[in-house]
């Protein structure tokens, strides 16, 4: 799996959009985007992951350019429950079985 | 849809002790099925994966062992805890496949003294 790298921490209002970057310069053809974010003492919850596309589901939107090399996680309207770790993890599952790598994270603190 | 549960929820656990873990998965049949270690700090380590009954998968090697004696059931297991097996257990199912997203479960801390 491709390395990330993303800011350890970012701050967002409530009520406003939060933009997450991430680079993933050496993302192979086959790797997704997965986007998954932890609150704290709680278990990983998946949010979003797409190849080429942007995607959009009733989490966030995820906009990833068209070199691939580096994706946004976008939360149009954040809120305090929000406030959590998020990683970004460029995976692939050709040989079944694959783990995810998760690196550090950006630490999100959603503030009123 | 789909459920997963971990027990227990905590657990504090003396130096040699045994250990316990288990794992369940509710509506699918045939899950990839994982465990994964958080130690002090952000990172999850995989420990072992499963792709069906009896198989099992190591990734680094330990103290720890796997089990998979049914289906939608996975177990961690020690026979003598050591001080760095405390952390943040983690299950984790997927359906497989090429994208293969996997939803983890709410964790068990594991304290050993």
């Known amino acids: 799996d491709a390395k990330t790298t993303q800011p350890p921490s970012m701050d967002c209002a409530e009520g406003r959009a939060a933009n997450l970057p991430c680079n993933h310069s050496?993302?192979?053809?086959?790797?997704?985007v997965y986007w998954y974010r932890q609150i704290h003492s709680q278990g990983p919850q998946y949010i979003i992951h797409?190849?080429?596309n942007n995607e959009t589901n009733e989490m966030a939107s995820l906009i990833i350019t068209e070199d691939r090399k580096s994706s946004t996680l976008i939360l149009p309207h954040a809120t305090l429950r929000d406030t959590a770790v998020y990683y970004c993890?460029?995976?692939?599952?050709?040989?079944?079985?694959?783990?995810?790598?998760f690196g550090q994270g950006t630490e999100l603190s959603v503030k009123p | 849809s789909q459920t997963i549960h971990q027990w227990p929820a905590t657990l504090v656990q003396p130096v040699g002790s045994p250990l316990s873990l288990e794992c369940t998965v509710e509506?699918?049949?045939?899950?990839?099925l994982y465990w994964y270690r958080q130690a002090a700090g952000r990172g999850l380590q995989l420990l072992f994966y499963s792709v069906g009954i009896g198989q099992i998968s190591s990734e680094v090697p330990q103290n720890l062992s796997a089990s998979r004696p049914q289906d939608r059931q996975f177990i961690l297991s020690s026979k003598k805890l050591l001080l760095s097996d405390s952390g943040f257990y983690l299950c984790?199912?997927?359906?497989?496949?090429?994208?293969?997203?996997?939803?983890f479960g709410p964790g068990t801390r594991l304290t050993v003294l």
């Open positions: 797409g190849l080429k």
């Open positions: 050496t993302i192979s053809g086959n790797e997704y």
């Open positions: 993890i460029a995976h692939s599952n050709y040989n079944q079985g694959g783990k995810l790598i």
């Open positions: 984790a199912w997927s359906f497989g496949g090429s994208t293969d997203t996997q939803y």
């Open positions: 509506g699918t049949s045939n899950p990839n």
